[in-house]
Structures are given as structure tokens and as C-alpha cells.
């Protein structure tokens, strides 16, 4: 009776996955890219223009500017530290130290390696502070707060430039047709991919998100790994705030109101938990070129801004739901 029952246990773990969880996964892994194809036809049927040379690059600018950030912001919420409330006044902060730099005699490419820099070191102190056990939100809405006013302070709310260095070429150079920020943005999504997927630290970062106590009994620092994720998006937004600046030749306080927002919806809509332990630098990629083009696809049709940020937050709201329900299909 005992061998009966002990083989029965065994069959049953050992069973392939039913047919429902099998579908919830595949529904889990090619949602999102199917929901972006339908979206390009949707678009391109209904959008006079949308597949023009000019309209499409605008959509792949603003997909890397959302993206760099939205790949960075990732390792924080995959490690289980929720999201970021300063992701606009870090990337603000990058592209107003930017031209001072330049403006002083810095060469180029040393003023872009200073200013990330400066940036991880922002990401390492909020990181410090989250791994001490202060609620995240709480902490980097407290860190953009102090960052927007420093940097007001230093700038005087005047815009920053440096007239002497072309900087939009940056923005503007398209090998092979396309527009540089993506070549960075493709970049930075490989690097973060390959740090979360192949090395000790990006393990560690998504195994404190999948299950902290597991973590903590394997000898995985939940400190480290909150920190390490805290100086990748300072390293994100740095480079997101470097090509925003570049291409408009100069930077003010007020830059990027909506990045923060966009950003959180780009990591949500990749289909990232919330809660952490579930999701991919790829995906977040992915979410932030559904966010640029759904946007892009509104302000042609000349949808008021405020019912771009409604329907960009509907979006969010829906996607975050069906995957909810369908993760817990697949558990």
C-alpha cells in the first residue's frame, strides 16, 4: 500500500505540466511580442504616416531614451525593491552635469565615463539605504527630491549648454540607416541581460526577488544584490539623460517630466513582477517599445497629452492584471 502510494506521489511529480499551465507559459512568453505585432498592423492600418521614415524613427529616439532607463530600472524590481520614483530627476541630473563638463574642457568621451559615474554613485547610495531596510519608494522619492533641488540650485533654473561642443551628432548619426541611440540602447540591454543571466551578482539579484528567505538560507546577500541593482539604473539613467541631452543641444531641471512614469510602465507592460523574482532586461525592452509606439500612434491621431498619460496608465493597469491572473494559472 505504502510502495502504491509513494509511486502514485512520484508519477504525479514527475507528470508533464497540464495542458492549462503549459498554455498560461506560453501565453506568459509570447504575450507581449504578439500583442506588439498586432499593435504595428492596428497602427499602420489606421495611422496615416505611421510608417514613414521620420515618424518611425521618432519611435525608435523615444523607445531608447524610454528603454536605456526601463533595462536599468529592471535589476530593482527584479531583486524585489518595487521601482524607482527617481528615474526622471537621475537622468535630469545626468544631462545638466553633462554640459558643464564639456563646457569646462572635458573631453567627450571622458565627460560621458564621469557622468556615469556620478550617476552609479547616486544609485549606490540609494541602494544603501533600501539594503538597511528603508522602504524603497519612500527613499528614491526622497533622493529625486534632493537631487531636483540641488540641481536647481546649481543651475539656477537656467538652461545649461555648451555652444562650443556638437553633441547632436550623437543622436542624429544613423549607421546602417539606424539612429544611433538604438545601436546604445541594444547595447546596454545585451550587457544588462548578460549581467542578470551570467553572472554570481545578477543571480543573486533575481533570486532575492523570487524568494528572499530562500536567498537569505543560501547565503545570498539581499544587501549586495540591492545595491548592485541601485548602481545599474544609475548607470541606465545616465546614459538615457546623455542622449536626451545630446539631442537637444542643451538641458534644464524641467526636462523629462513623464520619464519616471513611462519608465514604470515599460518594466510593468514587459510583464516584470512587481514583486520581484520574475522578468527580463529583454522584456523591459520590449515594454518600452509598446509604450513609444502606442504614444507615438495617440499624438498622431492628436489625442490631448492627458489622455495619452490616462491611456498609457490604462495599458499598464490591464496588462499587469491579465499577467497576474495568468502567473497564477501557470503556479
Do not use: C
Request: no cysteine; hydrophobic share 55%; net charge positive.
Amino acid at each position: 500500500m505504502t510502495l502504491q502510494t509513494d509511486t502514485a506521489s512520484l508519477s504525479a511529480t514527475t507528470a508533464p505540466p497540464a495542458p492549462s499551465r503549459r498554455a498560461a507559459e506560453f501565453v506568459i512568453r509570447w504575450s507581449l511580442p504578439l500583442i506588439l505585432l498586432v499593435t504595428l498592423v492596428i497602427a499602420t492600418a489606421t495611422t496615416p504616416g505611421f510608417l514613414s521614415f521620420e515618424n518611425l524613427r521618432g519611435i525608435l529616439i523615444n523607445t531608447s531614451v524610454i528603454g536605456i532607463a526601463a533595462v536599468g530600472l529592471t535589476p530593482v524590481t527584479l531583486s524585489g525593491n518595487l521601482v524607482s520614483l527617481a528615474v526622471t530627476q537621475q537622468a535630469m541630473l545626468a544631462a545638466v552635469v553633462f554640459f558643464p563638463l564639456l563646457a569646462v574642457g572635458v573631453p567627450l568621451p571622458l565627460a560621458i565615463i564621469l557622468v556615469i559615474l556620478i550617476l552609479a554613485a547616486t544609485g549606490f547610495a540609494q541602494g544603501a539605504f533600501v539594503a538597511l531596510g528603508l522602504n524603497p519608494m519612500i527613499t528614491t522619492l526622497a533622493a529625486g527630491a534632493i537631487i531636483f533641488g540641488l540641481a536647481t540650485l546649481a543651475t539656477a533654473g537656467r538652461v545649461v549648454s555648451a555652444p562650443e561642443v556638437d553633441t547632436r551628432w550623437i543622436a542624429l548619426a544613423s549607421p546602417l540607416g539606424l539612429p544611433l541611440p538604438i545601436y546604445i540602447f541594444v547595447g546596454f540591454t545585451i550587457l544588462t541581460t548578460f549581467f542578470i543571466d551570467r553572472t554570481v551578482t545578477g543571480r543573486k539579484i533575481s533570486l532575492a526577488g523570487a524568494n528572499r528567505e530562500t536567498a537569505r538560507l543560501s547565503g545570498v546577500s539581499f544587501r549586495a544584490a540591492t545595491i548592485a541593482a541601485f548602481v545599474v539604473l544609475g548607470i541606465g539613467t545616465a546614459i538615457s539623460g546623455i542622449v536626451v541631452a545630446a539631442q537637444a543641444g542643451q538641458a534644464t531641471t524641467l526636462d523629462l517630466p513623464t520619464l519616471t512614469s513611462n519608465v514604470i510602465a515599460a518594466v510593468l507592460v514587459g510583464g516584470t513582477a512587481i514583486q520581484g523574482g520574475f522578468g527580463s532586461p529583454l522584456r523591459s525592452a520590449l515594454g518600452a517599445l509598446m509604450i513609444a509606439i502606442f504614444s507615438q500612434v495617440m499624438l498622431l491621431h492628436d489625442f490631448p497629452h492627458g489622455v495619452r498619460l490616462a491611456a498609457v496608465g490604462l495599458l499598464v493597469v490591464v496588462m499587469v492584471s491579465v499577467l497576474h491572473v495568468i502567473r497564477k494559472k501557470a503556479i
